[in-house]
């Protein structure tokens, strides 16, 4: 079943303006991933929270965990245009030596420059 | 760069044909996936190798065929696919648990397949 779904689908800012992204989730998890996707391409990750964890910074990323409310949110401070691209959570479970990401249907953020 | 290599990056094949996706890493990490991103839907996890055995197979029709010959090279092999399996294809893997891994899957490009 889906795990992560985000919210809003799209967003579109001017540059300079901040950008929240948020990632609800159904389970229990071990982490909760974020990652990024420019059109057609493949998934970079950009930062992993743990569940005993409730923020994280990572250069203009920010990052909250409520596991209470089984929740994440991404903040991009001050953004720039490269910044357009879809952003997806993705929730971590361990089977077998592997990590078994669910990703949810993404955040399509748009920076007009 | 991720260090994860999928090719063909493209790929267009009719409904009888039989074809063939190949990922590759030399990143020393020993699980690898296939996900299936098509438009409007989140990206499914198809199959899950951990050193070289499968470990996860989310009900996938059987014209999928996934192969893995070792830890450095996945296949999915494809035949009599349907045009609703026209989606990007994307080929991750993960390092060793422990051993400083973060966590994190490092996907390839992907392979954009059209079925006619």
């Known amino acids: 079943s889906q795990q992560g779904e985000e919210d809003p689908q799209a967003l579109s800012i001017q540059e300079g303006e901040n950008a929240t992204m948020n990632c609800s989730y159904k389970?229990?998890?071990?982490?909760l991933q974020w990652y990024r996707q420019n059109s057609g391409r493949g998934l970079v990750h950009l930062i992993l929270?743990?569940?005993?964890?409730r923020e994280k910074h990572s250069g203009r990323l920010r990052v909250t965990l409520d596991t209470s409310k089984k929740s994440s949110s991404l903040l991009i401070t001050a953004s720039r245009a490269a910044d357009t691209a879809s952003y997806f959570c993705?929730?971590?479970?361990?089977?077998?030596?592997?990590?078994?990401?669910?990703f949810g249907q993404g955040t399509r953020l748009t920076i007009n420059p | 760069e991720t260090g994860v290599t999928q090719t063909p990056r493209h790929l267009v094949m009719g409904m009888t044909n039989k074809k063939s996706l190949k990922c590759e890493q030399h990143?020393?990490?020993?699980?690898m996936y296939w996900y299936k991103q098509s438009a409007k839907k989140p990206l499914e996890l198809m199959f899950v190798?951990?050193?070289?055995?499968?470990?996860e197979n989310n009900s996938v029709p059987s014209r999928f065929s996934p192969e893995c010959p070792n830890s450095s090279h996945l296949f999915l092999h494809l035949h009599t696919l349907q045009p609703e399996d026209s989606a990007l294809y994307l080929c991750?893997?993960?390092?060793?648990?422990?051993?400083?891994?973060?966590?994190?899957?490092?996907f390839g490009e992907g392979s954009r397949l059209t079925v006619l």
């Open positions: 991750a893997s993960s390092p060793p648990q422990g051993q400083g891994n973060t966590g994190e899957l490092f």
């Open positions: 389970t229990s998890i071990n982490n």
């Open positions: 929270i743990r569940s005993n964890e």
């Open positions: 993705a929730t971590e479970s361990l089977i077998q030596g592997a990590q078994k990401l669910v």
């Open positions: 990143l020393g990490h020993n699980a």
């Open positions: 190798y951990s050193l070289e055995e499968r470990v």
